[in-house]
């Protein structure tokens, strides 16, 4: 979806268009699985329009959400983060979440097809969209975890 698109789509949900909203769009356009939270989406914001408000920025977000704009996260990390829903998304993808560093590796492969159908037809229940979040070690932390032990075994034979 382009700027052109989203101000329709303002229009068609009787929003005004505004600077502010167009500004947030194209950070957020611009920051594509970045998943900004909204302070961190002020802050790029505000570069470009130094009066843009945090209360703005939470409102056009809410905006945004009622109209399928973005996707709201919740990594489990006290606040919501926000990404743009791109135009090839049957829905959302899934995520993986490194415990010991925050970082958040995005899986674009969706491998739950055959489950959802199973679902609809065991269940007679329409899957609309799903949410999948890992939990674990990602390769950086687990280097750096591989590292320290080997620190730690080359110092106990100095020893």
Do not use: W
């Not at 009066?51 to 919740?74: C, E, P, Q, S, W």
């Not at 489990?76 to 049957?90: F, L, Q």
């Not at 415990?99 to 489950?115: M, Q, R």
């Amino acid at each position: 979806m382009d700027v052109k698109d989203m101000k329709k789509l303002l229009v068609e949900n009787n929003y005004k268009i505004t600077k502010q909203r167009e500004i947030v769009f194209n950070v957020l356009n611009e920051n594509k699985g970045n998943h900004l939270s909204p302070e961190e989406l002020h802050e790029i914001a505000s570069k470009y329009d130094k009066d843009l408000g945090i209360a703005t920025v939470y409102r056009t977000l809410v905006i945004f959400d009622k109209m399928n704009l973005v996707h709201k996260l919740d990594f489990d990390d006290k606040r919501y983060r926000y990404e743009i829903i791109r135009d090839d998304d049957k829905h959302q993808h899934h995520h993986l979440i490194c415990k010991n560093c925050g970082k958040i590796i995005e899986v674009e492969e969706d491998y739950l097809d055959t489950l959802e159908e199973i679902i609809e037809d065991k269940y007679k229940f329409k899957v609309s969209n799903h949410d999948l979040k890992f939990y674990g070690s990602c390769s950086d932390c687990l280097n750096l975890e591989k590292n320290r032990r080997l620190l730690l075994c080359k110092n106990k034979r100095k020893l």
